[in-house]
């Protein structure tokens, strides 16, 4: 498989150069007119992600808890929901990506799905995240447990929770909603 460019358009440092294949590779290239149009289609499906991706909340409820806020700001929850947490999905650190040395500007990858959480060096929340990958598609959890409390109102957590498709409440055993 040969990879072309356009005359004058910047190439990914790490993408080989290949020169236009022989006549005999019986390979007849479309040519396309360099325009405005094209460069932002090409931008445009540089940044398309490859696979879906859907945004699920958790949250950990236990007796004594009746405002928004007493269950968004829960540290503490039993083995049992770090079980059931730890079956939907593997752990990944949420820390900044790097441009590496050489890469020119603007063609270092977008951060993967799993970074809508904040990867800067601040980690406002929370240094892991839960990731659930199939071929296609993705499962990013927002566990709200594991999300520092930065505020007393929970805000912070509810921007996410509050954002995402679907929301699974884990009521503990014993909940009895009051």
Same mark, same amino acid.
């Given at each position: 498989?040969?990879l ?19 006549p ?8 396309? =007119?360099? /325009?405005?149009?094209? @460069?932002?289609? @090409?931008?445009v ?19 004594g808890?009746?405002s928004?806020?007493d269950?968004?700001?829960? @540290? ?17 650190e @949420? ?20 970074? /809508?959480?904040?990867? /800067?060096?601040? =980690?406002?929340?929370? &240094? ?8 296609t =598609? ?6 709200c447990?594991?999300?520092?409390? &930065? ?28």
């Open positions: 498989q040969m072309y460019t356009l005359p004058g358009l910047a190439t990914h440092p790490a993408m080989p150069q290949q020169a236009a294949p022989p005999s590779a019986h390979i007849t290239p479309l040519k396309l =007119q360099q /325009s405005n149009s094209l @460069l932002t289609g @090409l931008t499906l540089d940044t398309t992600p490859y696979m879906e991706v859907h945004k699920v909340g958790l949250v950990y409820v236990t007796n808890q009746c928004s806020a269950i968004l700001l829960n @540290l503490n929850c039993s083995d049992r929901f770090w079980n059931f947490v730890n079956g939907l999905g593997q752990w990944q @949420l820390k900044p990506l790097r441009q590496p040395a050489g890469c020119k500007e603007g063609w270092w990858p977008t951060p993967p799905p799993v970074h /809508s959480l904040d990867c /800067s060096g601040y =980690q406002a929340d929370g &240094t892991w995240g839960l990731v659930r990958s199939f071929r =598609q993705q499962l990013l959890f927002h566990i447990p594991s999300i520092p409390n &930065t505020d007393p109102t929970g805000n912070n957590k509810r921007r996410h929770v509050g954002n995402d498709a679907v929301t699974i409440v884990y009521a503990e055993e014993g909940y009895d909603g009051a």
